[in-house]
């Protein structure tokens, strides 16, 4: 089990890392700038990443009754944004690539800020009687490390270097997709029983009512055309386990039952996220697969 656990932390960073460098090698200075000059854009997703969507874990966490390890999963979860797997929907759903992988990249940079005081608040809020003790700067090096810095390099390569950059782009959108479905098959077997202890609770309802109210949520507080909104709800949708992970280790000591919570919560989020995906994505193909019906 061990050794699966290696392995698969292995994949996920590979899978971080080349969903990234996908999105920069395939991303242009000036869209980037329309992005991070949209004030409007930045300051919703702001809002509903920060904010909304934390309560929202708190308040379905004691609407359920959870229990207290559940309940601080969800609550984990709920306040960590900025997840990898945003970026990689916004491409599964055929959405806005760019402006997805970018506000992904800038949450995940905030959210290692603003993580530790927010659980704080709501578990406080929440009587649960304990705090969350990270290091900040060890979030933000990972951050960087496995997000950022792959971004920027093929952003800098679609910049200096297009002829490359579009040659690269389908071996390391490949490699994405492949570790991506790696890494969903990893958590399957290597949470399979927690998953099923968990079903005769509410945990897993809990998980996919966040996740399904992050999207709807996300794709509210945005501006701009459907594909850019929804691919805000996407990044919404999608939270950072990096963070999590980190707090239940030092605060909680790696409790198997908060840290079975998180990966059941985890996987039904992934239940919404991937229907929703692909929906968006079916009916994003269909003008253009008309007219090809209809020809000769």
Same mark, same amino acid.
């Given at each position: 089990?061990?050794?699966?656990r290696?392995?698969?932390?292995?994949?996920?960073?590979?899978?971080?890392?080349?969903?990234?460098?996908?999105?920069?090698? &395939?991303?242009?200075? +000036?869209?980037?700038?329309?992005?991070?000059?949209?004030?409007?854009? @930045?300051? @919703?997703?702001?809002?509903?990443?920060?904010?909304?969507?934390? @309560?929202?874990?708190?308040?379905?966490?004691?609407?359920?009754?959870? /229990?207290?390890?559940?309940?601080? !999963?969800?609550?984990?979860?709920?306040? /960590?944004?900025?997840?990898?797997?945003?970026?990689?929907?916004?491409?599964?759903?055929?959405?806005?690539?760019?402006?997805?992988?970018?506000?992904?990249?800038?949450?995940?940079?905030?959210? /290692?800020?603003?993580?530790?005081?927010?659980?704080?608040?709501?578990?406080? $809020?929440?009587?649960?009687?304990?705090?969350?003790?990270?290091?900040?700067?060890?979030?933000?090096?990972?951050?960087?490390?496995?997000?950022?810095?792959?971004?920027?390099?093929?952003?800098?390569?679609?910049?200096? $270097?297009?002829?490359?950059?579009?040659?690269?782009? +389908?071996? !390391?959108?490949?490699? /994405?997709?492949?570790?991506?479905?790696?890494?969903?098959?990893?958590?399957?077997?290597? *949470?399979?029983?927690?998953?099923?202890?968990?079903?005769?609770s509410?945990?897993?309802?809990?998980?996919?009512?966040?996740?399904?109210? !992050?999207?709807?949520?996300g794709?509210?507080?945005?501006?701009?055309?459907?594909? &850019?909104?929804?691919?805000?709800?996407?990044?919404?949708?999608? &939270? *950072?386990?990096? +963070?999590?992970?980190?707090?239940?280790?030092?605060?909680?000591?790696?409790?198997?039952?908060?840290?079975?919570?998180?990966?059941?919560?985890?996987?039904?989020?992934l239940?919404?996220?991937?229907?929703?995906?692909t929906?968006?994505?079916?009916?994003?193909?269909?003008p253009?697969?008309?007219?090809? &019906?209809?020809?000769?």
């Amino acid at each position: 089990m061990d050794t699966l656990r290696l392995v698969l932390n292995a994949v996920t960073v590979i899978f971080i890392a080349a969903t990234m460098f996908a999105a920069g090698l &395939r991303a242009t200075v +000036p869209a980037l700038r329309g992005v991070f000059a949209d004030v409007p854009l @930045l300051s @919703l997703a702001l809002i509903a990443n920060m904010a909304v969507i934390p @309560l929202l874990g708190w308040g379905i966490g004691a609407l359920f009754v959870l /229990s207290s390890a559940s309940f601080i !999963a969800l609550v984990l979860i709920a306040s /960590s944004p900025g997840g990898p797997f945003g970026a990689k929907l916004a491409t599964v759903q055929q959405g806005d690539v760019v402006a997805g992988a970018a506000m992904q990249v800038l949450l995940a940079s905030l959210g /290692s800020l603003t993580f530790a005081p927010t659980v704080n608040a709501i578990l406080t $809020a929440a009587d649960i009687g304990t705090k969350v003790s990270l290091d900040v700067g060890a979030l933000v090096r990972t951050v960087a490390l496995l997000q950022l810095v792959p971004f920027a390099i093929g952003l800098l390569m679609r910049h200096y $270097a297009a002829p490359i950059a579009q040659s690269w782009h +389908p071996t !390391a959108a490949a490699v /994405s997709n492949v570790t991506f479905l790696i890494v969903l098959a990893g958590m399957l077997l290597g *949470n399979w029983r927690d998953v099923v202890d968990l079903l005769g609770s509410l945990a897993l309802l809990a998980g996919f009512l966040l996740a399904v109210f !992050a999207f709807a949520v996300g794709t509210l507080l945005a501006t701009g055309p459907t594909t &850019r909104r929804t691919t805000m709800g996407g990044v919404a949708l999608v &939270r *950072n386990a990096g +963070p999590a992970l980190a707090a239940i280790g030092l605060a909680f000591a790696d409790q198997p039952a908060i840290l079975g919570a998180l990966a059941a919560i985890l996987l039904s989020g992934l239940a919404a996220a991937l229907p929703i995906s692909t929906l968006l994505s079916r009916r994003r193909m269909a003008p253009d697969a008309a007219p090809s &019906r209809s020809s000769p």
